[in-house]
């Protein structure tokens, strides 16, 4: 269960018990309301003893401090304050909601010597810490002692800033993005047991709560739209497909709207060409992108984002039974182009070409941008520090890769070329859905390159950086809701009216 913090600012805070967080510059100069929360100095002095610099992100905890009105100090070192960048902001929240977890209150000074503190920064803080709070325990019947305290309570969080009322404003816009990007790590961490195709597009329809206007297409209306593509994945299943529209209308009538598409592949068993059997588990994380476009689509909701946007979402499940696609087999996509089968573990592209060629044909997007935990192959080239960034536009590129760097959801710009494109080539079809071993990430683009025609496109492959990414200070979840940030930058950077 996530902690709950009920946080708020404030020009100026008295401090009686709980826990005090300040900041300490490596210089050795303390934030504001040091010469309340420590008057007799006791931070220096352990300081001293525990040999502690204020390096970037490190941390000092001291409990019971001799002369302070705080039960429990805790210091967290800037390093160089001139040096800290937006996304900082939001590390260091994380490093003071992993302090506060099961305390009742606490009261944070961020105003730091040196640092640009405004309502962009104290905000980022607060979103740092709401992310970083987020836990998925749900099917554990014993928690912990901290999290046993920690339920069903909220933590009374007092951000203490020069500029409280900005931060203000700007703090329901950071709850916005947190909502986004948690709803985006439920839906990865679910069991597969509990989250199939209807289930997870019940979970899309919750967002008409917010204004979005969602429509479900079932199976029946999905052969009449010739998707063949997609349907050939889910035949295998007794869980029937379903592809979620979700429409934001936040900008003008007569605005063209952007576009993101996820792949929601719930449960990826590999199909006949089955997977082996180590690690399959982590096959319920094959839907990350669907998780992302949905959680993006509750943060523009959620914000009143200025701007027209379109999710879709392609939901089935890969199972080998009798009904199942065969390697060798060809189906026929909604774009009339034919597809062989060389392998049914490469299902994620099937199911992303029709939900490309359908949000393209219906409402002729400024931009389609499509997200999926396509291929292994991209972590074997980019680990799980960037997600592979794939796309024929260079302008988009150009305007991906700055919202990943802004919020250190980091992208790489792969290359695409003809000599890629010929190896998806196929004998008896227009062609195959896997190239081969060989740049496996980069034919699996250009498969869906296929799909686009001419409307500026990226995929973003994020197999290493949706689930099972290294833990840090704003993600304890395996599932991390990578995407959400980054897109929700994007539009706020370039596309808002």
Not at 384 to 401: E, K, P, W, Y
Request: with cysteine.
């Amino acid at each position: 269960m996530s902690v709950k913090f009920d946080i708020s600012f404030a020009k100026s805070a008295k401090i009686s018990g709980g826990l005090t967080v300040l900041l300490k510059a490596g210089d050795g100069e303390l934030a504001a309301g040091a010469e309340i929360a420590d008057p007799a100095g006791v931070i220096a002095k352990a300081s001293k003893i525990a040999k502690f610099s204020a390096k970037a992100m490190s941390a000092l905890d001291l409990v019971a401090p001799e002369g302070s009105p705080a039960d429990r100090l805790f210091v967290i070192g800037l390093g160089k304050p001139q040096d800290l960048v937006a996304h900082d902001w939001l590390k260091l929240g994380g490093i003071a909601a992993g302090k506060i977890k099961g305390a009742d209150k606490a009261t944070i000074f961020i105003d730091a010597p040196g640092a640009a503190i405004d309502a962009k920064a104290a905000s980022g803080f607060a979103l740092g810490m709401l992310m970083r709070a987020y836990a998925f325990d749900n099917y554990k019947t014993k928690k912990s002692d901290e999290d046993d305290k920690a339920n069903g309570k909220s933590a009374k969080v007092t951000i203490v800033t020069a500029d409280a009322s900005g931060a203000k404003k700007a703090l329901a816009d950071a709850e916005a993005v947190a909502e986004g990007v948690n709803l985006a790590r439920d839906l990865v961490n679910e069991p597969p047991n509990v989250l199939g195709p209807v289930e997870f597009a019940a979970k899309a329809k919750e967002l008409e709560k917010l204004g979005v206007e969602v429509e479900i297409l079932t199976e029946r209306e999905m052969k009449r739209l010739g998707m063949g593509a997609l349907l050939g994945v889910a035949q295998g299943s007794v869980r029937p497909p379903r592809l979620a529209i979700m429409h934001w209308k936040g900008g003008k009538a007569k605005d063209r709207p952007i576009a993101f598409i996820g792949k929601g592949v719930v449960f990826d068993t590999g199909g006949i060409s089955i997977k082996p059997a180590a690690g399959m588990e982590d096959m319920k994380g094959d839907m990350g992108g669907a998780a992302a476009v949905t959680g993006l689509m509750h943060v523009l909701a959620a914000r009143k984002a200025e701007v027209n946007a379109v999710g879709i979402i392609g939901l089935v499940e890969n199972m080998p039974d009798g009904n199942a696609q065969r390697p060798g087999d060809i189906v026929t996509s909604m774009s009339g182009q034919t597809i062989e089968i060389i392998n049914t573990d490469a299902e994620g592209r099937l199911v992303l070409c029709d939900a490309l060629w359908y949000c393209n044909d219906r409402f002729k997007p400024r931009f389609m941008i499509n997200l999926a935990t396509l291929t292994g192959a991209i972590m074997v080239a980019l680990g799980n520090v960037h997600a592979g960034l794939f796309s024929n536009d260079d302008t988009l590129s150009a305007q991906l890769t700055s919202a990943g760097l802004a919020t250190n959801e980091k992208l790489w710009r792969m290359p695409l070329g003809r000599d890629y494109d010929k190896m998806i080539d196929s004998k008896f079809a227009d062609m195959k859905n896997t190239g081969g071993r060989y740049a496996g990430s980069i034919t699996a683009a250009h498969f869906l390159k296929r799909f686009v025609q001419e409307t500026p496109w990226a995929h973003l492959d994020i197999a290493g950086t949706a689930l099972g990414s290294p833990q840090d200070e704003i993600n304890q979840s395996w599932g991390s809701g990578f995407g959400v940030r980054l897109l929700d930058q994007l539009v706020r950077d370039h596309y808002e009216a």
